[in-house]
């Protein structure tokens, strides 16, 4: 018979509640020492041999015979034919996913603005595409055709010219559905590269590979901490730490639902971490049962088991308004109020990732194809990031025009300050405006 999970509990009420909450949500995405001496070694060497670096480490990393870099491309023809291997209804899934995910970034772009001040001074924000974004995917068995609608539609929604996917494929694995997503969503070019190697090479560019200005996707150590190194040389989406979930549920949701919330988290991998908020006491006890005998069903029970001994906690609050406080404080990535009213209680969180409101709302759905995107803020980053979304695509340029009598009123107060700051030439270029 199978040991039940040793849940972790948690009582608002505890005086070392705050200590015992930080202890849980602990986590250090540092890399050791090691793994950055390595990955410098290997942005380097990309860096100074360009397509030569690629296809060696690609041959040691990934067990590929690739002769060449033209082994390492492949054209949108393959991706068609992803497209017509993989089977009508998930096709057909993609498909819908990727027609909603669409729709919804489409009401984030922005636009550019101006207005004409009376003296006939124009300012604005002329907002623009990026030129090149590059998308990283996991490769092998384990990858992730939602990343890929996710990463490349709102790109391609900004205006971006041209996405660049790299993605490896370890030993000669090709997922189809993959390669069918990147289809789809518009992705322009593919590499089958990998590690901090693909992204040294979006970075800083090869002979074949082109050089991009923002890498967005999730990776593994290497990869996340090749995207920390070359961050400034390009733009980074984030680094991104275990996938998390926070559910605060009144106690009149079905208990096996949420326990199989909780599990959606906790098969990411073992650091992923699953957290239930309750006011009822007895309901955190309903769920402890239903996690017991739910989790021998599942394909992923041994890593399920693994993140919930090591990061869960059930929690037990006064009422749905500390509720409220402990979610902010955890700034979660992923939110569900199970609750009668969420809508009454969305003014009270600051702080989430995404939101998923009412107890039909499972946040499997956002995983895939409720719209949002589903590249959220991890590790309490809520608190001052936001989703992956079109935005991230865009740059702003700010626009002034000045009138001549613009000029010379703005002179004046550009002279003023600027000789308080003893910086005379600029005192002097705005004065030369100034009318007599």
């Not at 002329?126 to 055709?145: C, H, M, N």
């Not at 949701?253 to 006491?281: G, N, R």
């Not at 590249?375 to 001549?404: E, H, M, W």
Request: charged fraction near 20%.
């Amino acid at each position: 018979m199978t040991a039940p999970i040793a849940l972790r509990r948690l009582d608002a009420a505890d005086p070392d509640f705050a200590r015992h909450l930080d202890h849980l949500l602990s986590w250090e995405s540092v890399s050791d020492t090691s793994v950055n001496q390595r990955v410098l070694g290997i942005i380097e060497a990309v860096r100074t041999q360009g397509d030569a670096a690629l296809v060696e480490f690609t041959q040691r990393f990934d067990g590929l015979n690739a002769a060449s870099m033209a082994e390492l491309i492949l054209p949108r023809k393959r991706l068609e034919l992803a497209l017509d291997r993989i089977s009508a209804e998930q096709r057909a899934a993609l498909e819908t996913a990727a027609a909603r995910v669409r729709r919804y970034h489409e009401k984030q772009k922005q636009d550019s603005w101006r207005y004409t001040e009376a003296d006939g001074t124009v300012l604005g924000q002329q907002v623009t595409p990026l030129d090149r974004a590059g998308l990283y995917v996991p490769g092998g068995k384990a990858s992730y055709p939602s990343s890929v609608l996710m990463n490349a539609i709102p790109a391609k929604v900004a205006g971006v010219a041209e996405v660049v996917m790299v993605v490896p494929t370890p030993r000669g694995e090709i997922n189809e559905l993959v390669l069918a997503a990147a289809c789809i969503a518009g992705v322009d070019r593919v590499f089958t590269i990998g590690g901090a190697q693909a992204v040294a090479a979006l970075a800083y560019g090869t002979e074949s590979v082109p050089r991009v200005d923002k890498i967005v996707g999730p990776g593994n150590i290497y990869v996340a901490t090749a995207k920390r190194h070359v961050f400034g040389q390009v733009g980074i989406d984030m680094i991104a730490g275990p996938s998390e979930i926070l559910v605060v549920c009144d106690g009149q949701t079905d208990p096996d639902w949420i326990a199989m919330d909780l599990f959606s988290q906790a098969e990411h991998d073992e650091d992923a971490q699953s957290i239930l908020v309750s006011p009822d006491a007895s309901f955190l006890e309903w769920v402890a049962e239903s996690i017991n005998r739910l989790l021998p069903t599942l394909e992923r029970k041994e890593i399920v088991r693994t993140s919930l001994e090591s990061r869960a906690a059930l929690i037990h609050v006064a009422d749905m308004q500390q509720a409220c406080t402990v979610v902010n404080r955890i700034a979660p990535e992923h939110l569900e109020l199970s609750v009668a009213d969420p809508e009454s209680w969305l003014p009270h969180i600051r702080h989430a990732g995404a939101i998923f409101m009412g107890r039909y709302t499972a946040e499997a759905l956002g995983d895939y194809c409720a719209g949002p995107n589903h590249v959220l803020p991890t590790s309490g980053t809520a608190r001052f990031s936001s989703p992956l979304g079109v935005y991230d695509f865009q740059k702003r340029s700010s626009l002034i025009f000045c009138s001549p009598d613009g000029a010379s009123e703005l002179g004046k107060t550009a002279s003023v300050l600027a000789r308080g700051e003893s910086l005379t030439a600029h005192a002097r270029s705005a004065e030369y405006r100034i009318k007599e």
